[in-house]
């Protein structure tokens, strides 16, 4: 019996610490996800693609506003999952922005797991996960809190990366099938930015004398011959069905943004590194160095190897980065799992310190100045983060843009009565139509018009300045309806142009 309270002990204090990371981790990816409306851009973009892939069933060929979609030409594996919620939980901004979540949660649970299994020490991986999860450039929109491809994107490159590790180091053939499997996957999510480690995979592979091996192993070609197989064969049935994809390919992923800024993002080189210090990363940066410097000069073997591993992920997937032409804050999303190792390491050589002092260990019955350490370090960049998730809002410079969006996510709570009214809108409206078109679902009649082209007794909704200066110029008309800066115009007639 007495056995059996000491096993059972034993097992409740074991759970006890996954389920606190468990709890730790719940609110900064999964809180509150559906608080803040569709961003324009990428998510706006995969939620149209995928609500039209819900109604038309077309699982090749992606479609926006009724239409092949040849501006958005990545391969649609997140567009499929979000389908899958849409069916689930009906078409809302928390299916578009679930697969990120779970994909946030399986990213920490893959460095857990590696710990666990590789490292045999279960803290090593509780505080990555906790430097990751309190990383403001992964815990933001654009990444884990949107329905954006990066998050899922993130998943793949980080479990293709530390399979291939674990491979060069076990020299088991199924993590070299499971490194080519997640590879594929993230090419099938984000196309070629999928493959932007493998610069890193490659120096690896030299410096560990791993790369002629591998050239001489008949499943290196396996693996690589059935990765060419899944990924060519979707963009030859895309091309197939939707002739011309692969020139639109070309042009936005192989060679267009990379070799020329497009959509204005032209930035510095040195973008990326200052975004870090002042923005992305400011809870954890500084510990960088001291992360590399303790990975490679303690002794400890596996951690020296995995030092440089994560080493050459950050700097090679970063000058590829920072080189390109078009830049966006959330192209970086990638590297913090890697970066949230280094840091670990650091922080796990001081906490394993304070396990192992013999002073401390001998003045207190329970030694715990190394929990002690851990929550002085992390509390701050965790109550930041809660705070940031918790209630989600707007960034000053956003909060005028997306005023319409909560808006209309109000008239789709029944908030505002807007049938049979338009919406005039100057500029890419993708966060608008999602809404739109939830709107016209619900039996709403609601649609966009040219505010150049009014007519007599149409309702109007306004948001931009520029478009109410020329409504105020050019029509006779009744402001009819305010909502902060959001303006309901009845239109009477064109003013005369004397």
């Known amino acids: ?43 706006s973009r995969l939620a ?20 092949p979609d040849m501006w958005n030409t990545k391969p649609p594996l997140l567009i499929w999952i979000q389908v899958l919620f849409m069916k689930m939980f009906g078409v809302n901004e928390f299916s578009v922005r679930l697969p990120s979540a779970i994909a946030a949660f399986l ?14 020490n279960f803290w090593f991986g509780f505080i990555a996960v906790f430097v990751l999860m309190t990383s403001h450039g992964y815990i933001n929109i654009h990444a ?8 899922l994107l993130t998943l793949f490159t980080t479990l293709s990366g530390l399979l291939f590790f674990v491979y060069c180091e076990k020299q088991n053939y199924k993590y070299l099938y499971l490194f080519f499997l997640f590879t594929a996957l993230a090419v099938l999510t984000k196309s070629i930015t999928g493959l932007l480690f ?12 791993q790369l ?43 060679g267009g943004r990379y070799l020329e800024a497009l959509e ?35 002794k400890n073997q596996k951690i020296n190897r995995l ?62 100045i190394p929990y002690v350490f851990l929550f002085i370090l992390g509390i701050t960049p965790y109550q930041k983060i809660i705070a940031k998730t918790y209630k989600p809002k707007e960034y000053s410079w956003h909060k005028n843009f997306y005023e319409i969006s909560y808006y209309l996510q109000d008239a789709v709570k029944n908030k505002h009565d807007i049938n049979n009214q338009f919406i005039v809108y100057n500029g890419y409206n993708a966060h608008i139509l999602f809404y739109v078109k939830k709107l016209n679902d619900k039996g709403i009649s609601i649609s966009f018009k040219d505010w150049k082209f009014l007519e007599p007794k149409d309702i109007v909704i306004v948001s931009q300045n520029k478009i109410k200066q020329y409504i105020e110029e050019h029509y006779i008309n009744e402001i009819i309806q305010k909502n902060g800066n959001i303006l309901t115009y009845k239109i009477y007639e064109r003013k005369n142009a004397n």
Request: aromatic residues 20%.
């Open 1 to 43: 019996m007495q056995r059996v309270m000491q096993n059972m002990n034993a097992y409740i204090q074991k759970s006890l610490k996954y389920l606190i990371i468990l709890g730790l981790m719940y609110m900064p990816i999964f809180g509150h996800l559906d608080t803040l409306p569709i961003r324009i851009w990428d998510e």
């Open 48 to 67: 149209i693609n995928s609500y039209e892939m819900l109604q038309n069933r077309d699982y090749i060929v992606t479609h926006y506003d009724g239409k």
């Open 107 to 120: 990213t920490c649970i893959t460095i857990l797991f590696f710990s666990v299994r590789y490292l045999t």
């Open 144 to 151: 884990t809190r949107t329905g954006d491809y990066d998050a």
């Open 198 to 209: 493998l610069p890193a995979i490659f120096l690896y592979s030299i410096i560990q004398k």
């Open 212 to 254: 002629i091996p591998l050239l001489k192993n008949k499943h290196f070609y396996i693996g690589l011959f059935s990765f060419l197989l899944v990924v060519v064969s979707y963009y030859l049935i895309r091309e197939l069905y939707n002739p011309g994809y692969l020139k639109a390919v070309q042009q936005n992923e192989l």
């Open 264 to 298: 204005n993002n032209k930035k510095s080189f040195w973008y990326y590194y200052t975004n870090f210090i002042d923005f992305q990363l400011t809870a954890w940066y500084i510990l960088i160095p001291c992360g590399l410097a303790t990975g490679f000069f303690i």
């Open 307 to 368: 030092t440089l591993f994560s080493f050459l992920m950050i700097i090679t997937f970063f000058i590829v980065i920072s080189f390109a032409q078009t830049k966006l804050e959330w192209y970086d999303v990638p590297l913090y799992p890697f970066i949230a190792i280094v840091i670990g390491i650091f922080i796990f050589y001081v906490f394993d310190l304070l396990q192992k002092n013999i002073i401390i260990n001998q003045t207190l019955t329970v030694n715990v």
